[in-house]
């Protein structure tokens, strides 16, 4: 079993729509959470971090924590053609550096 | 300063041969990451540096893959005796590296894109 697993995708919703991004997370010990976007062919650049149970809001951008679950989501509100990337959630546990990424969610939103 | 800088940024070799990449961190950044990514798939954690300590190599694919860090600063990733499934992008990402903080911002270089024929 992967320690982070997202669905590959692709999403496609149309310009305005959320976007509900998914990853699941194996390790009960995971402390920090993390989406990353990744347009194609470029490097990954960090969009929002969350450490506690709950929802936490940044623009358009909500990250959502369940650790009982042992799931984080990320929603995209009004979501735009420039969104349209690949999305990877990491996962590390608490003072440890090593993160463990999944394989990445594309998402195509749609004029 | 600048960003995390990497070179060269595309690297074309014949299978057998040796590379070396460079990453050149943010200035102060004491926690250094290489990583690997193949087309269409995720980060795979390669090495991990922090500070004066002992790398975690633990992501390392085999023993013709090394890498050091010279001064806390730049860091060199080796693969020796290069086969056609190493061709990947090699992404090298820093972050602060303070200790007892909560997982921490990495960020990321461009990347090497290599090729082996």
């Known amino acids: 079993q992967k320690e982070v697993e997202q669905n590959s995708g692709p999403l496609s919703v149309p310009e305005g729509a959320i976007a509900s991004l998914n990853c699941t997370y194996s390790d009960r010990g995971s402390q920090s959470f993390f989406w990353y976007r990744q347009y194609s062919g470029k490097s990954p650049e960090l969009i929002m971090s969350i450490y506690s149970n709950g929802d936490k809001e940044d623009g358009r951008f909500t990250a959502q924590l369940n650790k009982a679950s042992q799931y984080v989501s990320l929603l995209i509100r009004d979501s735009q053609p420039s969104d349209s990337a690949t999305y990877l959630c990491a996962v590390n546990m608490f003072n440890f550096n090593k993160f463990y990424f999944g394989s990445g969610t594309k998402l195509n939103v749609k004029p | 300063g600048a960003g995390v800088s990497q070179s060269p940024s595309n690297k074309v070799t014949e299978k057998g041969k040796d590379v070396e990449l460079r990453c050149d961190p943010i200035s102060g950044h004491t926690a250094l990451y290489w990583y690997r990514q193949s087309l269409g798939q995720g980060l795979e954690f390669l090495i991990y540096f922090q500070g004066n300590s002992a790398p975690d190599k633990s992501g390392l694919p085999s023993d013709r893959f090394s890498a050091e860090r010279t001064g806390g600063s730049v860091s060199t990733l080796t693969i020796q005796r290069t086969q056609q499934e190493d061709s990947a992008v090699y992404l090298c990402?820093?972050?602060?590296?303070?200790?007892?903080?909560?997982?921490?911002?990495?960020?990321f270089g461009p990347g090497t894109r290599l090729l082996v024929l």
């Open positions: 990402a820093s972050s602060l590296g303070a200790s007892g903080i909560r997982g921490e911002t990495q960020y």
